[in-house]
Protein backbone atom coordinates (compact mmCIF):
# COMPACT_ATOMS: atom_id res chain seq x y z
CA UNK A 1 0.00 0.00 0.00
CA UNK A 2 0.94 3.42 -1.14
CA UNK A 3 2.68 4.82 2.49
CA UNK A 4 0.85 8.59 1.80
CA UNK A 5 -2.24 6.31 1.58
CA UNK A 6 -1.96 4.38 4.45
CA UNK A 7 -1.01 7.57 6.83
CA UNK A 8 -3.57 9.29 5.71
CA UNK A 9 -6.37 5.99 6.39
CA UNK A 10 -4.35 5.51 9.65
CA UNK A 11 -4.94 9.20 11.01
CA UNK A 12 -8.67 9.18 9.49
CA UNK A 13 -9.33 6.11 12.32
CA UNK A 14 -7.32 7.55 14.97
CA UNK A 15 -8.07 10.66 14.78
CA UNK A 16 -11.57 11.04 13.92
CA UNK A 17 -13.37 7.42 13.49
CA UNK A 18 -11.88 4.79 15.77
CA UNK A 19 -15.69 3.91 17.27
CA UNK A 20 -17.21 3.30 13.30
CA UNK A 21 -13.64 0.71 13.44
CA UNK A 22 -14.34 -1.10 16.53
CA UNK A 23 -11.39 0.56 18.19
CA UNK A 24 -12.28 1.90 22.13
CA UNK A 25 -9.27 4.48 22.19
CA UNK A 26 -7.39 4.45 25.38
CA UNK A 27 -7.81 7.45 27.97
CA UNK A 28 -4.72 8.78 25.29
CA UNK A 29 -6.06 7.84 22.67
CA UNK A 30 -4.10 4.75 22.21
CA UNK A 31 -5.19 1.82 20.75
CA UNK A 32 -3.71 -2.11 19.84
CA UNK A 33 -1.34 -1.68 17.26
CA UNK A 34 -2.18 -5.33 16.10
CA UNK A 35 -6.23 -3.93 16.16
CA UNK A 36 -5.44 -1.54 13.98
CA UNK A 37 -3.34 -3.55 11.35
CA UNK A 38 -6.18 -6.03 11.26
CA UNK A 39 -8.62 -3.00 10.03
CA UNK A 40 -6.01 -1.47 7.67
CA UNK A 41 -5.83 -5.37 6.01
CA UNK A 42 -9.84 -5.80 5.60
CA UNK A 43 -10.32 -2.43 4.46
CA UNK A 44 -7.24 -1.61 2.22
CA UNK A 45 -5.10 -4.19 2.30
CA UNK A 46 -2.05 -3.12 4.13
CA UNK A 47 0.25 -4.80 6.78
CA UNK A 48 1.58 -4.37 9.88
CA UNK A 49 5.21 -4.27 8.33
CA UNK A 50 3.80 -1.36 6.67
CA UNK A 51 2.38 0.68 9.03
CA UNK A 52 5.63 0.06 11.17
CA UNK A 53 7.29 1.35 7.89
CA UNK A 54 5.09 4.71 7.92
CA UNK A 55 5.57 5.05 11.96
CA UNK A 56 9.33 4.45 11.90
CA UNK A 57 11.34 4.47 8.68
CA UNK A 58 10.92 8.33 8.23
CA UNK A 59 7.44 8.29 5.82
CA UNK A 60 5.58 9.97 8.35
CA UNK A 61 7.53 13.42 7.86
CA UNK A 62 4.62 15.17 9.99
CA UNK A 63 5.21 12.71 12.87
CA UNK A 64 1.03 11.89 12.93
CA UNK A 65 1.89 8.61 14.75
CA UNK A 66 2.96 7.43 18.24
CA UNK A 67 3.87 3.62 19.33
CA UNK A 68 4.58 2.63 22.72
CA UNK A 69 4.98 -0.84 23.13
CA UNK A 70 1.87 -2.84 21.34
CA UNK A 71 -0.31 0.68 21.04
CA UNK A 72 -0.31 3.31 18.50
CA UNK A 73 -2.11 6.76 18.44
CA UNK A 74 -2.12 10.34 16.53
CA UNK A 75 -0.68 12.66 18.08
CA UNK A 76 -2.49 15.54 17.06
CA UNK A 77 -5.80 16.52 14.97
CA UNK A 78 -8.14 14.53 16.90
CA UNK A 79 -11.86 15.16 16.97
CA UNK A 80 -12.63 11.98 19.25
CA UNK A 81 -13.59 12.44 22.94
CA UNK A 82 -10.72 11.64 24.99
CA UNK A 83 -10.62 11.34 28.65
CA UNK A 84 -7.04 12.58 28.72
CA UNK A 85 -6.38 14.89 26.34
CA UNK A 86 -2.74 14.26 24.23
CA UNK A 87 -0.04 16.46 26.15
CA UNK A 88 2.85 17.93 24.51
CA UNK A 89 5.46 19.79 26.73
CA UNK A 90 5.74 23.61 25.96
CA UNK A 91 8.03 25.01 23.73
CA UNK A 92 9.30 28.59 22.59
CA UNK A 93 8.19 29.34 19.06
CA UNK A 94 9.83 31.48 16.28
CA UNK A 95 8.94 34.58 15.40
CA UNK A 96 6.19 33.93 13.09
CA UNK A 97 4.05 30.78 12.36
CA UNK A 98 1.18 30.18 10.00
CA UNK A 99 -2.47 29.54 9.56
CA UNK A 100 -4.21 28.54 6.69
CA UNK A 101 -8.37 29.03 7.03
CA UNK A 102 -11.11 29.42 4.78
CA UNK A 103 -13.17 32.59 3.91
CA UNK A 104 -17.07 31.87 6.21
CA UNK A 105 -13.92 31.60 9.23
CA UNK A 106 -12.56 34.88 8.75
CA UNK A 107 -16.01 36.47 10.12
CA UNK A 108 -15.30 34.19 13.46
CA UNK A 109 -11.57 34.80 13.51
CA UNK A 110 -11.29 38.23 12.69
CA UNK A 111 -13.83 38.38 16.26
CA UNK A 112 -12.41 36.00 18.66
CA UNK A 113 -9.26 35.12 17.12
CA UNK A 114 -7.81 31.37 16.37
CA UNK A 115 -10.03 28.60 18.75
CA UNK A 116 -9.70 24.66 18.02
CA UNK A 117 -13.34 24.24 18.18
CA UNK A 118 -13.76 20.50 17.64
CA UNK A 119 -10.20 19.43 17.80
CA UNK A 120 -7.69 20.11 21.13
CA UNK A 121 -5.46 22.29 19.10
CA UNK A 122 -5.29 25.41 16.55
CA UNK A 123 -2.55 24.19 14.10
CA UNK A 124 -0.05 26.57 13.18
CA UNK A 125 2.57 25.96 10.37
CA UNK A 126 6.24 27.47 10.40
CA UNK A 127 6.00 28.34 6.62
CA UNK A 128 3.41 29.77 4.35
CA UNK A 129 3.70 26.81 1.86
CA UNK A 130 2.65 24.12 4.79
CA UNK A 131 -0.15 26.30 6.05
CA UNK A 132 -1.70 26.26 2.55
CA UNK A 133 -1.03 22.71 2.06
CA UNK A 134 -2.73 21.97 4.86
CA UNK A 135 -5.81 24.42 4.60
CA UNK A 136 -6.18 22.95 0.91
CA UNK A 137 -7.45 20.04 2.08
CA UNK A 138 -10.77 22.00 3.36
CA UNK A 139 -11.19 24.74 1.01
CA UNK A 140 -9.87 25.52 -2.84
CA UNK A 141 -9.11 28.98 -1.74
CA UNK A 142 -7.09 28.91 1.37
CA UNK A 143 -6.60 31.96 2.88
CA UNK A 144 -3.16 32.83 4.78
CA UNK A 145 -3.05 34.28 8.62
CA UNK A 146 0.37 35.24 9.81
CA UNK A 147 0.34 35.09 13.51
CA UNK A 148 2.99 36.91 15.56
CA UNK A 149 3.27 33.60 17.43
CA UNK A 150 6.68 34.86 19.50
CA UNK A 151 4.87 38.03 20.51
CA UNK A 152 1.58 35.61 21.34
CA UNK A 153 4.25 33.41 23.59
CA UNK A 154 5.60 36.51 25.56
CA UNK A 155 2.24 37.91 26.26
CA UNK A 156 0.74 33.79 27.97
CA UNK A 157 0.26 32.08 24.95
CA UNK A 158 1.43 28.09 25.62
CA UNK A 159 3.04 26.77 22.33
CA UNK A 160 3.66 22.91 21.70
CA UNK A 161 5.77 21.30 19.13
CA UNK A 162 5.37 17.53 18.42
CA UNK A 163 7.42 18.19 15.22
CA UNK A 164 9.96 20.93 14.31
CA UNK A 165 7.39 22.35 11.67
CA UNK A 166 4.11 22.22 13.12
CA UNK A 167 3.09 23.95 16.66
CA UNK A 168 0.28 24.03 18.23
CA UNK A 169 -1.87 26.03 20.57
CA UNK A 170 -5.08 25.74 22.51
CA UNK A 171 -6.23 29.32 20.87
CA UNK A 172 -4.83 32.97 19.17
CA UNK A 173 -6.05 36.06 20.47
CA UNK A 174 -7.03 38.12 17.47
CA UNK A 175 -4.50 40.64 18.36
CA UNK A 176 -1.62 38.47 17.55
CA UNK A 177 -3.06 37.43 14.25
CA UNK A 178 -1.95 39.46 10.91
CA UNK A 179 -5.07 39.25 7.93
CA UNK A 180 -4.74 39.88 4.30
CA UNK A 181 -5.47 42.50 3.12
Known amino acids: MHPVKLSKFMSLILRHRAGEFGLTPDAEGFVPLASLAQIVAEHKGGTLEEIVRVVEAGTDTKKRF ?8 ARYGHSLDLQTEVEYPPAEPPEIL ?13 REGLKAMNR ?23 ILLTIRALAAHHAGVIFHAPEPL ?9 EFIEFPE
Open 66 to 73: EVRGELIR
Open 98 to 110: YHGTHAPALIHIR
Open 166 to 174: HFLARAVPV
Open 120 to 142: QYVHLSTTPARATEVAGRRTRQP
